[in-house]
Structure formats: C-alpha cells, structure tokens
C-alpha cells in the first residue's frame, strides 16, 4: 500500500506561481510513475504531467509553464509541480498520482484557484 500526501495548493493571481507537492510513503520512482492529474468543476479529471524513469508528459494546456520533478530521500520519494504563468483556466483541484506493480494510488486533492 502506498499512501501519497498532497500540499501547496491555494489562491494566486494571474501570471502568479505555485508549486505543488506529494509525499509517496515509500519509494516508487525507480519501477514505476508519479505524476499530477486535474479536475475542475464539471469536467472530468485529467493528466496535467506524468514522469518515469524514461519518459515525462505533459498536456499540451501546461507545456512551457509547469514542471514535474522527483526527488528521493530516506527511501521515499516526493513528487513536486512547479506551475508558472498560472492563468484562470488552471484552476481545479488537483490529485497526485502514483503507479506501481499494477497498482494505482491517488491523493486527496489540493485546490488551486487562479483569480484576481
């Protein structure tokens, strides 16, 4: 079981920046993925970036603003989105995401709200 922990979320302004953060609560990077997903009201859940070993993603929305990471330390690793030029349409609540061994794990969510 893996238990992931979200935190960074809140309010910015247009053209502002956040940066997101999920505790895994064990090491996964090194044979599986980590990424971040997305829903705002009304729409369905979405990638916003997905990294492994050999590959990263992002959607198209997000390319050239947002970068995904991973760093490992005491044998756990944390997941990071770093959002920039956020605009009002990047506002939703957004999920980490991990996958490991046939197995998928979310978070709980952080709201991020873009408004002036």
């Known amino acids: 079981q893996v238990q992931l922990e979200e935190s960074g979320g809140g309010l910015v302004q247009p053209g502002g920046s956040l940066r997101l953060s999920c505790a895994a609560s064990?090491?996964?990077?090194?044979?599986?993925?980590m990424g971040w997903y997305r829903q705002a009201p009304g729409k369905e859940r979405e990638l916003v970036a997905d990294?492994?070993?050999?590959?990263?993603?992002?959607a198209d929305s997000v390319k050239g603003r947002f970068t995904i990471s991973i760093s490992t330390d005491n044998a756990k690793n944390t997941a990071y989105l770093q959002m920039n030029s956020l605009k009002p349409e990047d506002t939703a609540v957004y999920y980490c995401?991990?996958?490991?061994?046939?197995?998928?794990?979310w978070g709980q969510g952080t709201q991020v709200t873009v408004s002036s």
């Open positions: 995401h991990a996958r490991m061994l046939g197995n998928v794990y």
């Open positions: 990294i492994t070993r050999d590959i990263t993603k992002y």
């Open positions: 064990r090491i996964i990077f090194s044979i599986g993925a």
